[in-house]
């Protein structure tokens, strides 16, 4: 792979204008197609194979009129203290707002008149109306938002207080200003790392365009495929850490074949054949597990790992092809100014008038960089490094133990928003299981008498422990499915809730042994609990699936059994670790208000899985990119504890850089105010905080120290059976090379003869 890669950098380079005209085509085709396609629709939301996808299915077919999965509103009145919305000037103010309400916007399907519909509370204080859409909240528009908000606000000038709950007002988290925070720290990074503007905007150039080309594509297919207004989100994420990543390290590695006396061309295409090859690898990992998110079998989640995974494979063909072009561009100007004239001043091609490597190259021994310090240390005392490094981890990951899974509702949401509010009204004035009711089905084609059936189930489910009302069923026109609504008596993500959900169901057996009839539970509190559990269920065989093929493929690259094994159990250790940091934070409120975290409650099902998929590609970029790095310096001849300082004197800043970059761009999202996107947002930031700084930096070199050449065994059957790719760039060695004894560090070896 080795050789095939490095002479596409030579052609790429060579051929500079030609590769540079075809990505901006495709630039330019993908906006234009963007531009010109028509509006994408949400995507459905479905989870196959649920109870409450079931009984949604059911009434879809016998009662469309109630299976409406349009966007919902409820506009909460409550009278000024000491008086009542009953009384004649407040009943008429709501009167006249729900008519509003109805004409407002073309979209409105219908607005409930609270008391016609009977939802005023006992005491009068407080009432709701119910406002149904005809489309999704994701195709609501802004007029219609502004709609809603202004007729409420109008109403709130009679003196009434009035908020608003549902998802009407959800649009899409604004991001813009997280994304654009995370590019310019990402800048600052990469001036600081390589020293030149130049080289520091190469990496953010392609990640850009690599990043405009999928969203664009995404875009553009979204119509024909169903892939729905949220499928990019991923997308953008991953895109933009692996495009800055992979060009980050090629172009490191371009400068330092420069810095070794090599002509542009020839550094070009060895930077390409090496770290080229480790990035091939390392989006491999990344795009399995995205792809693997199909496991969950949750049609929307499925389509934004594929998305993303899309996004993946072209920043690792840019990286291959466009970087080399672009270097030819750039050229000598990749270099920090000082080191330029030092490496370019005199001779010919960067080598003095005796032949000899001038720069970096020659004084690495004299100035060790940090990496090399750092490596040094750990190599002297992997024992003590790894100890604090598996018991610091290890007391993060503590709190796992307490994890509770859910999914956000309005009562997540900040205490300053109105959905919080409409939330807050409708627990004080009705109770906190009014914010999710639950949607019981009956099926009673299978009854002898349906009515008396339905009067059973009613009955029924209000002897169950939590139940604070039992609404009359309805039933559909043709009589063979009832309608009944449930009133928990806890909030809709409390853990009773769930427990209710449970019972109902548990009841099932038995109604149908009596009645005939069948019953099943849905509604949003109902698919909360269900994709909860989906998720939670699909994580074992999603993490087995993915780890599991990205081991083999380690395999492959290091030529090692111990090393990917590391690799695997150092990234659950990172994960687990990180996880245990959300529950203390967002669970336990630990820390909260540092970061804006208003009210606790269980972690997003979500998270678990998530997590995983983005951070386990994260994590196995800087294992390849690192450990390739030590295993180049094996096989070229050095001894194992000088490969891992040379790994690091090689590697270390650049994936530090790398890690920063990725740690600032998920970090801002910390200041969103969605519970959910500052969650995933500090989630995934200490999740790659800890995979980067203590598990590679610290772990995985205490742990190749202690393994020594053991670390690289391999089974000679297993090595005959396995491709050779060819990660090292052995085969691009010349006989010069060959030759030449590898570079020795004295320290190291002295303290490797100890051992």
Do not use: C
């Amino acid at each position: 792979m080795a050789t095939f890669l490095y002479k596409l950098g030579k052609l790429a380079f060579r051929k500079r204008h030609f590769v540079a005209l075809i990505w901006v085509a495709l630039l330019t085709l993908a906006g234009v197609g963007a531009a010109s396609a028509p509006t994408a629709a949400s995507s459905s939301f479905s989870i196959p194979g649920t109870e409450a996808q079931k009984a949604f299915d059911l009434l879809e077919k016998r009662a469309p009129e109630a299976s409406a999965d349009g966007a919902s509103a409820r506009v909460v009145f409550k009278a000024p203290d000491g008086e009542k919305v009953t009384d004649p000037a407040n009943k008429a103010e709501i009167v006249k707002t729900v008519g509003a309400l109805k004409s407002g916007s073309e979209q409105v399907a219908r607005a409930d008149d609270p008391f016609r519909a009977k939802t005023v509370s006992k005491d009068g204080s407080t009432a709701y109306a119910s406002v149904s859409y005809k489309v999704t909240s994701m195709e609501l528009t802004d007029d219609d938002r502004d709609a809603l908000e202004k007729t409420t606000d109008k109403a709130r000038e009679s003196g009434l207080t009035v908020e608003v709950g549902g998802d009407a007002l959800q649009a899409m988290p604004e991001t813009g200003s997280s994304e654009i925070i995370g590019i310019a720290v990402a800048a600052v990074v990469l001036v600081i790392t390589f020293g030149s503007l130049i080289a520091a905007g190469l990496p953010l150039l392609t990640a850009l365009i690599g990043v405009g080309i999928g969203v664009s594509s995404i875009t553009a297919l979204a119509d024909a495929l169903d892939l729905g207004t949220t499928t990019s989100t991923l997308a953008m994420m991953i895109g933009l850490a692996v495009g800055i990543d992979y060009a980050l390290f090629i172009v490191s590695r371009f400068r330092g074949e420069l810095a070794d006396g090599r002509d542009r061309e020839e550094a070009a295409g060895r930077a390409v054949g090496t770290a080229g090859s480790a990035v091939v690898f390392a989006g491999l990992t990344v795009v399995i597990a995205l792809v693997g998110l199909a496991v969950v079998n949750i049609p929307m989640l499925t389509k934004m790992g594929f998305a993303a995974a899309g996004t993946v494979v072209i920043a690792v063909l840019i990286a291959l092809t466009l970087i080399p072009a672009l270097l030819g561009y750039a050229g000598k100007r990749v270099m920090p100014m000082g080191e330029k004239s030092r490496l370019f001043g005199g001779g010919k091609d960067g080598k003095d008038g005796k032949g000899g490597k001038k720069g970096r190259a020659a004084d690495e021994d004299a100035k060790p960089n940090m990496g090399t310090r750092w490596a040094r240390f750990v190599v002297r005392r992997p024992i003590a490094v790894l100890l604090v490094g598996i018991v610091g981890l290890g007391a993060a990951a503590v709190p796992v133990s307490q994890l509770e899974l859910g999914l956000p509702d309005d009562g997540a949401q900040p205490t300053s928003t109105t959905q919080r509010k409409a939330y807050d009204l409708v627990s004080d004035g009705f109770g906190p299981g009014f914010n999710g009711p639950l949607m019981v089905v009956g099926d009673l084609k299978g009854a002898d008498e349906p009515k008396a059936a339905a009067g059973e189930i009613r009955r029924t489910i209000a002897g169950l422990d939590d139940v604070l009302t039992v609404a009359p069923p309805m039933f559909n026109k043709a009589g063979d499915t009832a309608i009944i609504s449930v009133v928990p008596s806890s909030k809709p993500s409390g853990i009773e809730t769930e427990e209710l959900v449970h019972s109902i169901r548990d009841t099932g057996a038995k109604i149908t042994d009596s009645t005939g009839a069948e019953i099943m539970v849905t509604g949003t509190t109902a698919m909360n609990i269900d994709v909860s559990q989906k998720l939670n269920d699909a994580l074992l065989p999603y993490l087995a699936l993915v780890v599991g093929l990205a081991f083999l493929l380690l395999i492959i690259v290091f030529r090692s059994i111990l090393v990917p094994l590391k690799a695997a159990l150092g990234f659950l250790l990172s994960v687990l670790a990180a996880l245990g940091a959300v529950v203390a934070v967002f669970q336990w409120g630990w820390l909260g208000s540092l970061f804006g975290v208003e009210q606790t409650g269980p972690i997003m099902s979500m998270m678990p899985i998530f997590m995983v998929g983005v951070v386990f590609g994260l994590a196995m970029d800087y294992e390849v990119f690192l450990v390739t790095r030590m295993r180049e310096a094996y096989v070229h001849g050095e001894r194992p504890g000088q490969a891992i300082v040379t790994g690091f004197r090689h590697g270390a800043r650049v994936v530090s850089a790398a890690a920063v970059i990725m740690i600032a761009v998920f970090a801002g999202f910390i200041g969103s105010s969605e519970q959910m996107v500052k969650m995933i947002g500090f989630g995934l930031a200490i999740a790659v905080f800890f995979d980067a700084f203590v598990v590679r930096m610290a772990l995985v070199p205490a742990v190749l120290a202690l393994l020594g050449g053991k670390a690289w065994w391999l089974p000679k059957w297993l090595d005959r059976a396995l491709p050779n790719v060819d990660v090292e760039g052995e085969g691009l060695r010349t006989a010069a090379e060959k030759d030449a004894g590898p570079d020795t560090d004295p320290d190291v070896d002295r303290e490797l003869a100890r051992v």
